[in-house]
């Protein structure tokens, strides 16, 4: 098994991690053997068996939520990903104009044509924030507007501006959300924490507990959860360690 990076809490697993040392089938050749580079040179078919083995062959241990950061399309990776893994759900990535707004949009459909759910959307470098007068600046672009992305609600839609402090973060290999001078005074801090707000909400809190007695299996009475009938037939059951019997 790959043991995944931990960083601030953060278990980490990269394609960008893999080399030709790794063991890992498929993983390419050196391009010369005196490189002190050695990326992995993967032909698309294989790419798709080496991000899979990454994943399910990966100790990941006691996770609340395994994101995937896939790369963009709709090719042999996102269809094999979608596929071998049960997802709970999708966050489109695009940034502000016509053209993005296309491509996002395929992705979107490809989603919901496996069954899998567009949780929400992160516009990159929406605006620019001029630090003097703090005025906003489109530079971009037309922003997109949530109706347009399928989305349900304004919420699901988060504006992440152009930021020298995710840059400074990204550089020093300190998360901005963890930088005491970066949030949550950042907008792009804020912009993250929005994210994951809608996230946890749309993740966790869809989930009802039961905290009642289940009825007599003899019984013809309904099972009643806040006073409503509910078919177990159309429901699934999980049970989890820490928050008990969830009804999905």
């Given at each position: 098994?790959?043991?995944?990076i931990?960083?601030?809490g953060?278990k980490?697993l990269?394609l ?10 498929g ?5 010369s053997p005196?490189?002190s580079?050695e ?5 698309g078919p294989?790419?798709?068996?080496v991000?899979?083995?990454l ?6 241990g006691?996770l609340?939520?395994l994101?995937l950061?896939?790369?963009p399309?709709?090719?042999?990776v996102q269809?094999t990903l979608?596929?071998?893994v049960?997802?709970d759900?999708?966050v489109?990535?695009t ?9 996002v949009l395929?992705g979107?459909?490809?989603f ?6 567009t ?7 929406s605006y620019?924030?001029n630090?003097t007068?703090?005025?906003e ?8 507007e949530?109706?347009?992305?399928s ?5 699901d839609?988060?504006r992440v501006?152009?930021s020298e402090?995710?840059?400074?973060a ?9 930088s005491?001078s ?7 801090a804020?912009a993250?924490?929005?994210l994951a707000?809608?996230?946890v909400k749309k993740?966790?809190e869809?989930d009802?507990m ?6 007599d299996a003899s ?8 006073g ?5 037939d ?7 360690k820490?928050r008990g019997?969830?009804?999905?």
């Open positions: 098994m790959v043991v995944p931990d960083h601030k953060v980490v990269s960008g991690y893999v080399s030709p040392k790794s063991g890992i089938p993983a390419g050749a050196a391009i005196t490189s580079v990326p992995a040179v993967i032909r294989m790419a798709s068996r991000v899979t083995q994943i399910k062959g990966t100790d990941w006691d609340d939520i994101l950061d896939m790369p399309g709709t090719g042999d269809l979608c596929q071998e049960v997802m759900g999708a489109a990535v940034t502000p104009g016509s053209l993005s707004k296309v491509d395929k979107i459909e490809m919901q044509s496996l069954n899998i759910p949780l929400a959307a992160v516009e990159n470098m620019f924030v630090p007068t703090k005025e600046h489109k530079i971009f672009g037309i922003q997109n949530y109706s347009d992305l989305l349900s609600s304004p919420d839609l988060v501006p152009l402090a995710v840059s400074s990204n550089d020093s290999s300190l998360p901005v959300m963890l005491a970066s949030y949550p005074a950042s907008p792009s804020e993250y924490a929005s707000d809608v996230l993740l966790f869809r009802t039961i905290d009642a007695p289940l009825n019984s013809s009475d309904p099972l009643l959860i806040d409503k009938p509910v078919d177990l159309s429901v699934s059951l999980k049970f989890d820490e019997l969830i009804l999905r």
